[in-house]
């Protein structure tokens, strides 16, 4: 029997409840299609913090390396600032496992209601493909004159040809394995940032060229946030920098019901260190603790693993369980509307995938 070693990284606040529950799901997942899950479980994040001043230790990098893939909750706590728990658990991990397609599927599922008027149940189908190891989040610049009144602080992004034309052709190589509406669409703001974003511009016409059978848009980022809104269903996949494509994915996880739907991977699409599975969302301290957070996004998030480790079916049948959930509509937590807890909604999925 096959056994696949997960590190486990629940968190901070829900992270510490949606991670036990896609846990479930994936030994139910697992006791199907005969493999085993050997999860090994860091308790990293703001409480590390608060003990050692690191959100997780030294050796963390070479701790993680050996396992086929991680499963991450959520990082964040109010008491700390968020450029510490991001800089001192996320980033470095995305970047140690040049983990630098960030996939994050917008689907609005039939039964969920889109905060859009027109939208119905499989309108909006389409991916953001997030470039994630340089950009705007490359940490590069410094203070001069530190916490004096005459303070000065340079933040510089990074875009190298080889980072966009890699991210580029991942977008281009997705659209057409997901053969719909075989389209990308690329997001910059080249007006204003006339050399980064121009040397995007440029890349991307030049993988563009190679797939002359994958139509292409090239839109500002202004622009492509008022068409989420205005024309979600006619997106296939949209690739942008780290900055960009942060943004635009908490805009498409809102116009498909819910925050609480959003899965993401960090793929390292070479598969020689381990990806990274997590949902959209953070550690949402004002629900934390209440059993009400949505698990749904996470254990999304566990099902593009399982597609990831190619166990397509178990992906799949994880996938289909949640969609009938969905389309239910009896079970669901209150971000849906319901009041159902985190806990009845993966026991709805556990029936369904039974
Ligand atoms: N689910 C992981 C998490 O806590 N994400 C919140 C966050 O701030 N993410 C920033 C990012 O994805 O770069």
Redesign the pocket.
């Known amino acids: 029997m096959r056994t696949f070693t997960i590190a486990v990284i629940a968190?901070?606040g829900v992270?510490t409840e949606v991670i036990p529950q896609s846990k479930r799901v994936l030994e139910k997942a697992a006791l199907k299609h005969k493999v085993t899950f050997a999860f090994q479980d860091f308790d990293w994040g703001a409480e590390h913090f608060f003990r050692w001043g690191r959100m997780m230790p030294a050796g963390a990098i070479d701790l993680l390396q050996p396992c086929d893939a991680i499963l991450?909750?959520?990082?964040?706590h109010p008491d700390i600032p968020?450029h510490t728990t991001?800089n001192g658990l996320?980033?470095p991990i995305r970047r140690a496992f040049d983990q630098y397609a960030?996939v994050r599927p917008a689907y609005l599922y039939p039964g969920v209601q889109s905060p859009l008027a027109k939208p119905r149940g499989g309108d909006i189908d389409f991916v953001v493909v997030r470039e994630n190891t340089e950009g705007e989040?490359a940490q590069v610049g410094g203070f001069v004159y530190q916490l004096q009144p005459e303070e000065i602080a340079i933040q510089t992004s990074v875009f190298t040809r080889r980072g966009i034309e890699r991210i580029v052709r991942f977008a281009f190589d997705l659209a057409v394995k997901r053969d719909k509406k075989r389209r990308v669409s690329s997001i910059t703001k080249s007006n204003a940032q006339g050399y980064s974003m121009a040397l995007w511009d440029r890349t991307f016409q030049d993988v563009a060229a190679q797939y002359p059978n994958v139509e292409t848009e090239s839109l500002l980022v202004d622009a492509a946030a008022m068409n989420f809104i205005r024309r979600p269903e006619s997106f296939d996949v949209v690739v942008g920098s780290?900055l960009f494509g942060?943004i635009l994915s908490d805009i498409s996880a809102i116009v498909i019901g819910s925050m609480g739907l959003a899965a993401?991977a960090n793929l390292d699409p070479l598969r020689r260190f381990p990806s990274m599975f997590?949902?959209?969302?953070?550690?949402a301290p004002d629900i934390a603790g209440k059993g009400v957070v949505n698990p749904l996004a996470t254990i999304l998030s566990a099902a593009m693993m399982l597609d990831h480790l190619q166990m397509d079916e178990a992906a799949r049948e994880v996938d289909a369980a949640v969609a009938a959930v969905l389309a239910d509509g009896h079970v669901r937590t209150p971000d849906l509307g319901g009041r159902s807890s985190t806990e009845e909604v993966t026991d709805a999925v556990l029936e369904k995938l039974a």
């Open positions: 968190g901070d992270g991450l909750g959520a990082v964040g968020d991001l996320l980033l960030n989040y780290n942060d993401s997590e949902p959209v969302h953070g550690s």
